[in-house]
Every structure is written in C-alpha cells, then in structure tokens.
C-alpha cells in the first residue's frame, strides 16, 4: 500500500489561497490532476502561474448556479472526478448571539455547510462513473466543542460532521469514502483576524489572546495548512482506503475553545 495520488482527477473548493492552495499544491506535487475555485479572482490567476496545468474557476460555492457552472468546467477540464475536497469556508462574526445579524448568519452557513452540500451533489454522479472516490469535507475543533461568540461558525461546522455521516452511510456501498477533517487554529491571516476580532471584543491586548489561543491545544501550538494538506492526502489514497465516516481533529488535541 502506498499514498500514491499520481493520475487521481481533484477538485478543490477555495483552492487558491490558505489550507486549500497547500492542498493543491501538496495534490500537485504529487501528480495528481487538479482545478480549484475560488471567489477571489487574483488569487486564482496567481495560483495558475504558480501551478501550470492546473484548472481554475471563479465560483462563490454558496450560489447553486455558480456550482453547476464550476462543475462543468471541471467535467471539461478533467474528464471525471475521482476527489471532491470540500475546502470553502468562511470565519463568520465575533460576536455574542444577540448581538449577530441575520445576515452574517446566513452567509456563514451558505459558504460553510450549504457549498458543501451544492458540490457534493454535482460530485457524487462523477465519483459513481469513476467507480468509486473520496470526498473531504473541512470541519473545525468548533464541529467538536462549540465556540463562544463564534455561535454561526461553530453551528455550521457541527453541521459538517453531520453531512459527512451521512454520506458515508449512503455512499459507501458505491465505493465513495466521506471524512472530514477537523483542524485546531491553522496559522495564517484567517485565524489572526479572528484573534483581532475576539481581542476587540474583549478588550484586551491581540497578543495576549493569541497565546491563549496556543494554550488551548496540548502542544500549546498553531496547525500549520501542510498539516491539514498531508492528512487530506493520506485519506483519499490506497493507505486510508478503509477510513469513512469519520471527523479526524489535526489540532495538537484541542483541550478547550474557552479562552
């Protein structure tokens, strides 16, 4: 058995920066065929110069037409799909519940557990034609624990989990495994707005609340996204084949998100 992913046709959502430019380039690297999207069309232009051969779309995930028009792109561009890594997700606000709007609430569930479900759908039809494959969803620590003043993020990646089971119950017997990944706070501008964000609403200094945020895993450290990137790699090859089902935590062991 081997984590060979070489010839494998992946797509990843919000593939051209953060955890899911790693992933791709980690996927690459490693001679598999890939097309990312994602709402930013600068970085999307960066990620193909950096990565030749790569396929790339502009899609926001939280709109079905903009889905189905990123699928069939990918259907023209790699001819099938065997990987669908459900990337895409946005922090959502810092705020108390009362004090969140509606808004905000129902962008956050539109990017983090609606996309998944839009991508999916157009996904499974391709997975079953190649005989079999993977999807991986993103989850967070949050999908585990719950997280204060984060209520929208933390629902939605609750919400994750849920969909994953629920796919692996009823794909597994068409040979398409479904897992998802739950990383602790992954270092990078993400998680540093976020640590702002919590450090405003609580008045005190950022760099305190980012050591608080360290602290809260064992190994009172950040997830780096080659983390997150090799375990998505070792999950959909031959090593992880009889992995389904599962939420696995990349996280150092987050002992609590009270900080």
């Avoid at 209520?151 to 119950?169: E, I, N």
């Avoid at 992995?243 to 935590?249: D, P, R």
């Amino acid at each position: 058995m081997n984590a060979s992913v070489e010839g494998k046709r992946v797509l990843i959502t919000a593939g051209a920066s953060g955890i899911g430019r790693v992933v791709a380039e980690t996927f690459a690297s490693n001679g598999a065929r890939v097309h990312v999207c994602d709402v930013a069309e600068e970085r999307l232009a960066e990620c193909r110069a950096a990565l030749p051969g790569i396929g790339a779309t502009l899609t926001d995930v939280a709109d079905p037409v903009q889905v189905d028009r990123l699928f069939d792109e990918v259907s023209a561009h790699l001819g099938g799909l065997d990987v669908l890594v459900n990337n895409a997700g946005i922090a959502g606000p810092t705020a108390p519940v009362e004090e969140v709007a509606p808004d905000d609430w129902d962008r956050t569930m539109a990017v983090n557990i609606n996309g998944q479900f839009y991508c999916a759908r157009r996904a499974v039809p391709l997975l079953r034609a190649a005989g079999g494959g993977s999807i991986v969803n993103l989850s967070s620590t949050a999908g585990r624990l719950g997280f204060p003043n984060r209520s929208p993020y933390a629902a939605s990646k609750w919400a994750v989990v849920g969909f994953t089971k629920s796919l692996a119950m009823e794909l597994g017997p068409d040979g398409i495994r479904v897992n998802a990944i739950c990383p602790g706070a992954v270092a990078g501008p993400r998680i540093e707005r976020v640590i702002a964000a919590d450090a405003q609403l609580r008045g005190l200094p950022v760099d305190e609340v980012r050591e608080a945020y360290q602290r809260q895993s064992s190994l009172h450290t950040f997830v780096e996204a080659a983390d997150v990137a090799a375990m998505i790699l070792f999950l959909v090859s031959e090593l992880g084949s009889k992995i389904n089902g599962q939420a696995l935590s990349v996280d150092g062991h987050t002992e609590t998100l009270r900080t």
